[in-house]
């Protein structure tokens, strides 16, 4: 593109970086019809939820692969795009949550945890994959932001499954359900503002005469 003939290449356009994303995108892809499945088996919002987000995030990690050598204001406009879809599934979340209140249903704890544990092997693994990216710009930021996110989200997962067998009650599902809205919605802000930072010094940063 003319407004970056003259950048350097991104450094998200590593080879490394493209297989590690691929990798990601596999796993999230088959973890979300897993949970899918364990989620509405066992009646539990916070499975679905993760679900919702394995999906999320294998769209996320397509989105980084189709943009890797792009410009700057590429990587960053597909930045802000996807804390778009961080946001949109926290408030999905906090709506399926409330009708869950509503309908008294109790999620079946056992496959919530299984899952869980599941899950969360699979997010590890992403994540240790992705660490050493964890400082790059807002389109990697955003990659790793989501699977900590995911890491931490199967946690608590883990956690309400154990709640719901000790009391008994959906509460201990629809507050990690909560946890995780409330995740995703302050995830999508930090890469949003990181992006619009990168966008203002592509900007900034734009020759006004033709590269040589």
């Known amino acids: ?5 003259c950048a350097p290449t991104p450094p998200s356009a590593d080879p490394r970086v493209r297989k590690v994303l691929w990798i990601a995108l596999v796993v999230n892809a088959a973890m979300f019809f ?42 960053a406009r597909a930045a802000q795009l996807k804390a778009a879809c961080m946001a949109a599934f926290g408030v999905f979340v906090l709506a399926r949550a409330a009708w869950a209140l509503q309908s008294g249903a109790v999620p079946e704890p056992v496959t919530m945890g299984a899952v869980a544990i599941a899950a969360l ?27 900590r996110n995911d890491a931490l989200g199967n946690l608590a997962v883990g956690a309400a499954a154990l ?9 201990p599902d629809l507050l990690v359900a909560v946890f995780m809205a409330v995740l995703a ?28």
């Open 163 to 171: 709640g719901v067998l000790g009391t008994g009650t959906a509460w």
């Open 34 to 75: 897993v949970e899918v499945a364990a989620g509405l088996s066992a009646g539990s919002v916070s499975l679905l939820a993760d679900a919702v987000d394995f999906f999320g995030d294998a769209a996320n990690y397509g989105v980084s692969l189709a943009v890797l050598a792009m410009a700057t204001r590429v990587r």
């Open 185 to 212: 919605i302050t995830g999508s802000v930090t890469v949003f503002r990181q992006a619009r930072a990168e966008l203002n010094g592509a900007a900034a940063a734009t020759p006004s005469h033709a590269c040589h």
């Open 1 to 5: 593109m003319s407004a970056s003939c």
């Open 121 to 147: 092997v699979a997010n590890v693994s992403v994540a240790l994959l992705l660490f050493r990216y964890r400082g790059g710009d807002a389109n990697m930021r955003s990659v790793w932001i989501c699977s």
